[in-house]
């Protein structure tokens, strides 16, 4: 309703301001669209405000109306049975159910009917009582001098606004949330404690009020995080992607880049436990036959090297892709340029491409590592639960984000230390990301090169 209003605003503006316009000899300070757009506004920016304040506060106008009404004196005292009574009949009148078998609820169907019925009325008329008042102060302002334009991209700009603060007030949100919980977390468990303890084994079943501090030691899990998704990942996704992406900008035939690109791109689309059983069914157990066979003793069937390996292929398409695009949104010029100089194609590519498109490769890179960083499910089915604090890649090991959904997927309550130890976590992963983006910043501010 709310949009067939602002459509008929807007076509009897449109309508008029033509006519405005046929009279003035064709001239208008705006055009016939914009006076449109304006009235159009007006209608539906007020009236969809109304109806979504509206649709939150008339349930409690009904349920007053039907509290007031004298079939609730039989309501039974005892709170919950009162609300489920109350709940059923809600139900059948606004006809999520068909019929209900409390006695309680049936001689309240019929105040909920009225009462939903009643407040309905209303809101249908309030809506069109807001849309005719907003639509004919705004109507009643257009004149050829009137300046439509102006105050219609006034509000588009306040409406982009609007949605970057969206994103900005959920990012503060989250933040808030997390340094909340951290606090609350380090009251129990000494931040010293939390990050250089060497021991990882929080119990859900302890004591909240005298936790082991010796328990929440959360270097395994940080070296973890580190060996598998920005050692081992990195060393097989950084090489592969720039190189698979430098090939196809400068050596592939179109005809094979066309084919390869997309090709390349669906690994990027493969869900994550895919890549999960593959690296549990098939790589751990070819890394650890291929240990044994060398001499390596006790390799185990589970290991860090085989989640960072199979990762480290997942996140290919990443690096490769926007090293591609980077690259190839170099001009032309600069690479003819280069070539014309006497530079062959490998010298051009180190001394102009790469360096000109160093922040999109560079972005690609940190976008990469943040998605290794926080991947859970290859680790869970490849690299095991378990913290150990190793330098053996062989060994089996976890990650803050695998402990992260252990945690809070556990018994344990919500004002236990154990589960607060997952937003400390999560907080020091997002100072860690933080800080990849700032050591990104800084790169990309030192070695790029500036083109006129």
């Known amino acids: 309703m709310v949009l067939g209003l602002a459509l008929a605003g807007w076509l009897a503006a449109r309508s008029r301001a033509w006519a405005l316009r046929a009279d003035a000899g064709g001239r208008l300070s705006s055009l016939p669209n914009y006076?449109?757009?304006?009235?159009?506004?007006?209608?539906?920016?007020?009236?969809?405000?109304?109806?979504?304040?509206?649709?939150?506060?008339?349930?409690?106008?009904?349920?007053?109306?039907?509290?007031?009404s004298p079939a609730a004196d039989g309501l039974p005292a005892l709170d919950s049975a009162r609300l489920d009574a109350l709940r059923e009949a809600r139900a059948v009148a606004?006809?999520?159910?068909?019929?209900?078998?409390?006695?309680?609820?049936?001689p309240m169907v019929a105040p909920f009917s009225d009462a939903i019925a009643q407040y309905r009325w209303i809101g249908i008329a309030l809506t069109l009582i807001i849309a005719?008042?907003?639509?004919?102060?705004?109507?009643?302002?257009?004149?050829?001098?009137?300046?439509?334009?102006?105050?219609?991209?006034?509000?588009?700009?306040?409406?982009?606004?609007?949605?970057?603060?969206?994103?900005?007030?959920?990012?503060?949100?989250?933040?808030?949330?997390?340094?909340?919980?951290?606090?609350?977390?380090?009251?129990?468990?000494?931040?010293?404690?939390?990050?250089?303890?060497?021991?990882?084994?929080?119990?859900?079943?302890?004591?909240?009020?005298?936790?082991?501090?010796?328990?929440?030691?959360?270097?395994?899990?940080?070296?973890?995080?580190?060996?598998?998704?920005?050692?081992?990942?990195?060393?097989?996704a950084i090489p592969l992607g720039m190189m698979s992406a430098i090939y196809l900008t400068q050596y592939a035939h179109p005809r094979f880049r066309a084919f390869a690109k997309p090709a390349l791109e669906v690994l990027a689309g493969v869900p994550t436990v895919v890549y999960g059983y593959f690296a549990a069914l098939t790589v751990a157990p070819l890394i650890r036959d291929a240990a044994i066979a060398v001499g390596v003793a006790n390799a185990s069937s589970e290991s860090a090297l085989a989640a960072g390996l199979v990762m480290g292929v997942m996140i290919i398409p990443f690096v490769s892709s926007m090293a591609d695009d980077s690259i190839a949104a170099v001009p032309q010029a600069m690479r003819d340029g280069s070539l014309a100089m006497g530079?062959?194609?490998?010298?051009?590519?180190?001394?102009?491409?790469?360096?000109?498109?160093?922040?999109?490769?560079?972005?690609?890179?940190?976008?990469?590592?943040?998605?290794?960083?926080?991947?859970?499910?290859?680790?869970?089915?490849?690299?095991?639960?378990?913290?150990?604090?190793?330098?053996?890649?062989?060994?089996?090991?976890?990650t803050v984000t695998v402990q992260i959904v252990a945690m809070l997927t556990g018994e344990?309550?919500?004002?236990?230390?154990?589960?607060?130890?997952?937003?400390?976590?999560?907080?020091?992963?997002?100072?860690?990301?933080?800080?990849?983006?700032?050591?990104?910043?800084s790169v990309v501010k030192r070695y790029r090169e500036a083109y006129e």
């Open 132 to 236: 005719g008042a907003a639509g004919a102060y705004s109507f009643l302002r257009i004149k050829p001098d009137f300046g439509a334009r102006t105050r219609v991209e006034r509000v588009i700009m306040a409406l982009l606004i609007l949605a970057s603060l969206v994103a900005v007030f959920c990012t503060f949100g989250i933040l808030a949330s997390l340094i909340f919980e951290t606090f609350r977390f380090f009251e129990m468990v000494s931040p010293i404690d939390f990050l250089f303890g060497t021991f990882w084994s929080p119990d859900p079943m302890a004591n909240p009020d005298n936790p082991d501090p010796t328990r929440y030691g959360a270097i395994p899990l940080f070296w973890g995080t580190i060996l598998i998704g920005a050692i081992i990942a990195m060393i097989v």
């Open 343 to 398: 530079a062959t194609t490998s010298e051009t590519i180190k001394k102009v491409l790469v360096p000109a498109a160093l922040p999109g490769i560079v972005g690609g890179v940190m976008l990469a590592v943040s998605r290794a960083i926080g991947e859970t499910m290859i680790v869970v089915m490849a690299a095991s639960t378990a913290a150990n604090l190793s330098a053996n890649p062989l060994d089996s090991m976890t």
């Open 94 to 106: 606004t006809g999520a159910a068909a019929s209900t078998t409390n006695p309680d609820a049936l």
């Open 35 to 68: 006076h449109g757009w304006y009235v159009g506004l007006w209608v539906f920016v007020p009236t969809i405000i109304f109806v979504l304040v509206w649709n939150a506060i008339s349930p409690g106008l009904v349920l007053q109306s039907v509290l007031g």
């Open 412 to 441: 344990g309550s919500f004002d236990h230390p154990a589960t607060l130890s997952a937003f400390a976590l999560g907080f020091i992963l997002f100072l860690v990301t933080l800080a990849l983006n700032f050591i990104a910043l």
